[in-house]
């Protein structure tokens, strides 16, 4: 059974420069959630997708989006990064019925520089 | 709205300790559930227990236990004879049975830093 993986591992960003985050989910989840934490923090949901559909969001603006593939794969897209936006991302991805655990990969770290 | 509080920022045990964390949370719905997860050096989160609202019982998995109780909103996490490999954050999070299926956002607590001394 793969685990869920991330990719890129790390990150360095200018201010403004568009990125594409990805993850694959673990074998038979259907439901990715993505979180940024910041250093010292907990993770803060950004977003869920169940069936290549957002079903629930957190507090991000906008220009945080994502995607689902048939796979259950999926994207977290930000344009425009920002200072406040340097963190570690996590994909987690679970069965979606039951509120089961959620598993999660390894992140991928961002600097905005 | 969903709150999470792990008050102790930081802890340090002598190795054969034992060492409790605390988790103290709020929630409007009837029917959530209760997780720790452990964060070693390398980030990635790791599952270590999902607890329903409606099962107080408490559990004992190894040298880890739980200790849920709804009168006082906690679920605390108990290690036994604390070892080096213990060292790492630990985070209580919550999330309830949403509209659509069970499977909604988990709001985190800030953690708890535990570092073992050997």
């Known amino acids: 059974e793969t685990g869920v993986t991330q990719s890129p591992t790390h990150l360095i960003k200018t201010r403004g420069q568009q990125v594409t985050l990805r993850c694959s989910s673990q074998s038979g989840h259907n439901t990715v959630s993505w979180y940024q934490q910041a250093l010292g923090q907990g993770p803060q949901f950004i977003f869920q997708?169940?069936?290549?559909?957002?079903?629930g969001r957190g507090n991000f603006p906008p220009r945080f989006s994502g995607l689902q593939f048939p796979n259950y794969s999926s994207e977290l897209n930000v344009n425009a990064w920002e200072l406040d936006d340097s963190a570690l991302y996590l994909c987690a991805s679970s069965l979606a019925e039951g509120a089961n655990e959620q598993f999660f990969g390894p992140g991928t770290r961002l600097t905005v520089l | 709205a969903q709150k999470v509080t792990q008050a102790q920022t930081e802890i340090s045990v002598v190795e054969k300790e034992d060492v409790t964390l605390d988790c103290v949370y709020e929630t409007r719905d009837t029917t959530y559930y209760l997780f720790w997860y452990k964060q070693p050096p390398s980030g990635e989160l790791v599952f270590l227990i999902r607890r329903n609202s409606f099962d107080e019982q408490n559990e004992i998995s190894g040298r880890y236990s739980w200790n849920f109780q709804k009168s006082t909103s906690s679920f605390n996490f108990t290690i036994t004879a604390s070892q080096v490999v213990d060292s790492a954050v630990y985070f209580c999070a919550l999330t309830s049975e949403g509209s659509n299926f069970g499977n909604e956002k988990l709001t985190f607590g800030t953690g708890t830093r535990l570092t073992i001394i050997p």
């Open positions: 997708y169940y069936r290549e559909e957002e079903n």
